[in-house]
């Protein structure tokens, strides 16, 4: 899709389409999907956000029953998911991984700038001018 093409399209489908694969140009409702263990993660107890990575969201496949580990550090080799780079004593990395699943299958949006506010699906953060900038 064009940036002239997304510019006529309008703000709210540009957020929608980080959120869900089947955005369409006019929806102006946004769904971020829900971490079905949100409740018993401690996402929001980590309040620093990682390194930031890539500019984008990273579209992938998800199924319904499996449990993810989305990378917060930043410093994972297979980003979005983690690969236990946090462990390695040496980088001394505070983030931890946010553990989740999804409520379908199908595909979704994962936040790869690490900034989002809700972890780990993309809402739009990487946008920000000081985001698109840290990132060549």
């Not at 969201?57 to 236990?84: E, N």
Request: hydrophobic share 30%; proline share 5%; charged share 30%.
């Amino acid at each position: 899709m064009s940036l002239i093409l997304r510019r006529n399209l309008g703000a709210s489908w540009l957020l929608k389409a980080c959120y869900s694969s089947s955005a369409k140009p006019g929806d102006s409702a946004k769904t971020i999907p829900k971490n079905l263990l949100e409740d018993k993660q401690t996402a929001v107890l980590q309040k620093e956000n990682g390194a930031i990575f890539d500019k984008r969201p990273f579209k992938i496949h998800l199924d319904k029953d499996k449990t993810y580990s989305w990378c917060l550090c930043g410093k994972s080799k297979s980003q979005p998911l983690c690969d236990g780079m946090h462990k390695n004593e040496f980088l001394k990395i505070k983030q931890r991984p946010i553990r989740f699943k999804v409520e379908k299958s199908g595909d979704y949006w994962l936040c790869n700038c690490k900034q989002t506010t809700h972890r780990p699906f993309c809402d739009g953060t990487h946008k920000q001018p000081h985001i698109q900038s840290a990132v060549k």
